[in-house]
C-alpha cells in the first residue's frame, strides 16, 4: 500500500479526487491501491524547556543550549493547563498506522521550506523507516498532480531543504525561548517582554521610522514659480534653486520679467532637452510583491492577501503562492502564449490580451538561473467561477501582471526645458508616446505625480516667450513616511535597505528579513503581543514596543543586517553548506545575546526603582 500524506484534509481529498479514491475513513481515504491522509499544518514543534530539564523561569539555567533537541505535539490551552492537542494525538496514531502497513510514503505537502519540515518532523517523530519519495508541484491543477506523481522525486533530494527548515526552527528557539526570559527575568517586570530572531530587528524598523517621524522638525523652504505662454498653451517653470528665506525668493522674483511689468518677451530659452525613455514592464510577481501590490490598491494586510492566494491555490486557479521568485523558466515559457490566450474574453484585460496574442512577449521575467524552489506566480488558465470580492481582486492583480510582465516596454518622451528670467527656471513633463505594458491597468504614471506639467508645447532654443504670471511657493521638507505594510515588506526584503530597483531589490531577498512566506505571521506576531498596531493603514508601535525597542536598539537582536545574513545562511545550507558550522554561530550568539539581555532587564528594572522611589 502506497500512502501519501498532504498537509491539510482539503489537499488530500483533491488528490484522492484526481486518483478516484473515495473510501472516506477516519482521518484519511483510501481507493485504487493508495491511501490518502494528511496533518492540520504543524503537529509537531520543539520541545519546550521543561523538556530538557529546564523547569521554569529561571535565570540559572540561562543560556539554555539542549545538547539534542526533542518534538513535542502541538499544544492547546485548557481548563486544566497546558496539555497536548488531543487531536494532533489522534492524527498522528492514524498517520503511525497507516505507515506502518506503508511500502511506499509519498509527501504531498506544500513544497516548500516549512512543508518539508512539517512532513519531516511528522516521519521523524514516529521513528519510521520506510522509503519514502516527493511530489513536487507548482499548482493544483488535475494536470499538475498528474504529472507530478508521474515524475517523483527521491525523498533525500530534499535533504538540504529540511536541514534549512530545521536550522531555521532550531535558531528561532534558541534566540526566542533565551532572549525572551533573559530580559523578562531581569526586568522584574510581570508580563513577557518577548524577543525574536526575526520579531525583534522587525519590530526595531517600525520604532525607529516612527520615532523619526515623530521627531521630526520640518524646515520652511522657498521657490519662485514663472508661467509662460507659448502660442496660447500656458507651462509652469520653477526655479532651479530653494530659498532659505522668503526675502530671498522675493528678491528673485522681482527680477522676473514679467508681462506686468511690461515685458512682452520675459522668459528666455535656454535649452530644451526631450529624450525618449524606454520602460521595462515590471517582473512577474512572487507572494512579497503581491503582497504589496494589494496593499496599495485595496490595503489588504499582508496575512488577507496570503490567506486569499493559498484559497485560490487551491482552487486550482493560481500556481505555488509562497513562493520566493519572480521568474519562470523556459518551460515554462513555452506555455505562456497558450495561457495569454485563454484571458482574450477577460472582461477587463481581454483587450490587452488581444493584442499579445500572437505577438512577440517581452522575456525579462524568463530566467531559469533565478527560479529557486518555485517559478513566478501565474494564473493557471482554469475558469474562475464564484469568487468573492476580495478573491477576485487579487485574482485579477495575478492575471493582470501577467499580461504586464509579458508586455512591451512603455515609451516616453521625457523633456527638459531651461528658462531664463532674472534666474534659471526648470520645466519639465512626459508624455507617453507608446503606452505598452501600462495599458494594462490604463494607470496614472507614478513619474508624472511630481511634475508640474501634464504636458509642454514645443518650443525652440533661443526664443523668448511671455511671462503671465509670477509666484512665490512655500514648502517644507517632509519626513519619511510610516511604514504601512506595503513599505514594510519591501524594507524586509533587503532588511531595511532602501533600494528601489527591482532586479537590485530581487538580488538581495535571500540577505532578507524572513521569507516571503513568514512575514506576514511577523507583521501579526507584533500585533498579537501589543508591540505595534494599526492606525489607518500605517503600522505604529504601541507603549510596550517602544519601552522593548529602546532597551534592545543597540543590541544584536535588533540589528537586521545581521539577522537578514542569517536568512541569507539558511539559502546556503539549502544549497548544502554545513549545518554544524551555522548550529554553532547560532549557540555562539544565543551566548552573547543571553548576557545582553540580562543586563539591559537590569537597567530596566533600576529605572523603575528610581521611578517609584
Given at each position: ?22 473510501q ?43 545538547a539534542?533537541?526533542k518534538?513535542a ?95 531555521r ?47 521630526f ?37 522681482d ?52 490567506s ?131 495599458a ?45 505594510e ?19 531589490r ?15 505571521a ?56 554545513s ?35
Open positions: 500500500m502506497k500512502v501519501i500524506i498532504a498537509e491539510k484534509p482539503s489537499v488530500a481529498r483533491e488528490i484522492a479526487r484526481v486518483f478516484g479514491a473515495n472516506k475513513r477516519e482521518g484519511y481515504i483510501e481507493g485504487k491501491g493508495y491511501t490518502f491522509t494528511w496533518a492540520f499544518g504543524h503537529l509537531l514543534q520543539l520541545a519546550p524547556p521543561q523538556e530538557y530539564g529546564f523547569y521554569g523561569w529561571s535565570v540559572q539555567n540561562l543560556p539554555m543550549l539542549p539534542k533537541f518534538l505535539i502541538r499544544k492547546v490551552k485548557t481548563k486544566e493547563g497546558i496539555v497536548d492537542d488531543p487531536s494532533v494525538r489522534k492524527q498522528l496514531d492514524i498517520i503511525k498506522g497507516l505507515f506502518d502497513e506503508a511500502t511506499e510514503i509519498i509527501v504531498a505537502t506544500d513544497a516548500g521550506r516549512e512543508g518539508e519540515l512539517i512532513f519531516r518532523y511528522i516521519y521523524y517523530y514516529l521513528k519510521c523507516k520506510k522509503p519514502f519519495k516527493r511530489l513536487w508541484i507548482s499548482s493544483q491543477t488535475d494536470a499538475a498532480i498528474k504529472d507530478g506523481f508521474k515524475n517523483l522525486k527521491p525523498g533525500s533530494d530534499y535533504d538540504t531543504l529540511f536541514n534549512s527548515a530545521h536550522c526552527s532550531q535558531s528561532d528557539w534558541l534566540v526566542g525561548m533565551n532572549a525572551t526570559q533573559a530580559l523578562s527575568l531581569a526586568a522584574g517586570t510581570r508580563s513577557v517582554l518577548s524577543l525574536g530572531r526575526v520579531q525583534t530587528p522587525t519590530l526595531a524598523m517600525i520604532c525607529s521610522r516612527y520615532l523619526e517621524n515623530k521627531n522638525v520640518p524646515e520652511l523652504y522657498f521657490q519662485v514659480a514663472i508661467q509662460l505662454d507659448k502660442d496660447g498653451q500656458l507651462f509652469r517653470a520653477v526655479s532651479v534653486n530653494n530659498f532659505r528665506t522668503k526675502e530671498d525668493a522675493q528678491a528673485v522674483l527680477k522676473v520679467e514679467d508681462v506686468a511689468a511690461g515685458f512682452e518677451k520675459g522668459g528666455h530659452i535656454l535649452n530644451v532637452e526631450a529624450k525618449p525613455r524606454k520602460e521595462p514592464p515590471p517582473l512577474l510577481h512572487d507572494l512579497s510583491s503581491l503582497q504589496q501590490e494589494a496593499n496599495k490598491r485595496k490595503g489588504f494586510t499582508a496575512d488577507q492577501t496570503l486569499l492566494l493559498q484559497n485560490l491555490y487551491e482552487n486550482k486557479l493560481v500556481t505555488y503562492p509562497r513562493t520566493g521568485s519572480r521568474y519562470i523558466g523556459d518551460d515554462v515559457f513555452a506555455t505562456i502564449p497558450a495561457l495569454i490566450d485563454k484571458f482574450v474574453d477577460h472582461p477587463d484585460f481581454g483587450k490587452q490580451a488581444g493584442v499579445l496574442s500572437g505577438s512577440k512577449l517581452n522575456k525579462r521575467s524568463v530566467n531559469a538561473k533565478k527560479v529557486t524552489d518555485h517559478h513566478a506566480i501565474l494564473p493557471t488558465g482554469e475558469v474562475a467561477r464564484q469568487l468573492s470580492k476580495d478573491q477576485q481582486a487579487i485574482y485579477d492583480m495575478v492575471v493582470g501582471r501577467m499580461l504586464e510582465a509579458f508586455h512591451q516596454e512603455c515609451i516616453k518622451q521625457i523633456t527638459k526645458i531651461a528658462v531664463q528670467s532674472g534666474a534659471k527656471f526648470s520645466a519639465s513633463g512626459t508624455v507617453i508616446s507608446s503606452a505598452g505594458w501600462r494594462v491597468f490604463n494607470e496614472p504614471d507614478e513619474d508624472k505625480k511630481d511634475e508640474e506639467n501634464s504636458s509642454l508645447p514645443k518650443v525652440i532654443k533661443g526664443e523668448d516667450l511671455p511671462v503671465t504670471n509670477k509666484a512665490i511657493l512655500e514648502k517644507q521638507t517632509k519626513p519619511k513616511p510610516l511604514y504601512n506595503a513599505s514594510l515588506l519591501k524594507a524586509l526584503e533587503t532588511a531595511g535597505k532602501e533600494i528601489d530597483d527591482e532586479e537590485l530581487y538580488a538581495m531577498k535571500d540577505s532578507g528579513l524572513g521569507t516571503p512566506a513568514t512575514r506576514a511577523i507583521i501579526e506576531t507584533l500585533i498579537k503581543r501589543d508591540y505595534i498596531s494599526r492606525e489607518k493603514k500605517n503600522l505604529v508601535p504601541t507603549a510596550n514596543g517602544l519601552m522593548v525597542y529602546e532597551v534592545v536598539k543597540n543590541q544584536q537582536i535588533a540589528q537586521a543586517e545581521l539577522t537578514g545574513n542569517w536568512e541569507k545562511r539558511l539559502e546556503e545550507i539549502r544549497s548544502g553548506a549545518v554544524a558550522n551555522f548550529q554553532q554561530e547560532i549557540k555562539d550568539y544565543t551566548c552573547a545575546i543571553t548576557q545582553e539581555m540580562l543586563k539591559a532587564g537590569a537597567v530596566i528594572r533600576k529605572k523603575q526603582q528610581e521611578t517609584s522611589a
